[in-house]
Nanobody, 115 residues
């Protein structure tokens, strides 16, 4: 049974940092593209960052230069380092693993940026 478990969310002040983790089990993690999505209050889910099987990273313009995605295949874990957080980064953050034939989603972790 495949499970993705996100962690690391919480309440942080503007300008602060958080590191999210997404740990996978029951799956050969190295064979999947891994992405982070987020869904803010009253908004649609949007793509934020992705990392290929080979480690190439891409970012949405809204987070470029502030967020860093990385993966540790030995630990079956993907990370999202979020710096210089803004109130508009407030959202539930989800990780997604995908290959050409299937996808898996985590349950999400809440990030709230507020003073």
């Amino acid at each position: 049974q495949v499970q993705l478990v996100e962690s690391g969310g919480g309440l942080v002040q503007p300008g602060g940092s958080l590191r999210l983790s997404c740990a996978a089990s029951g799956i050969d993690f190295s064979g999947y593209v891994v992405e982070w999505y987020r869904q803010g209050p009253g908004k649609q889910r949007e793509w934020s960052a992705g990392i290929s099987k080979g480690g190439s990273a891409n970012y949405a313009d809204s987070v470029k230069g502030r967020f860093t995605i990385s993966r540790d295949n030995a630990k079956n874990t993907v990370y999202l380092q979020m710096n210089t957080l803004k109130p508009e980064d407030t959202a539930v953050y989800y990780c997604r693993l995908s290959n050409p034939v299937t996808e898996y989603w985590g349950q999400g972790t809440q990030v709230t940026v507020s003073s």
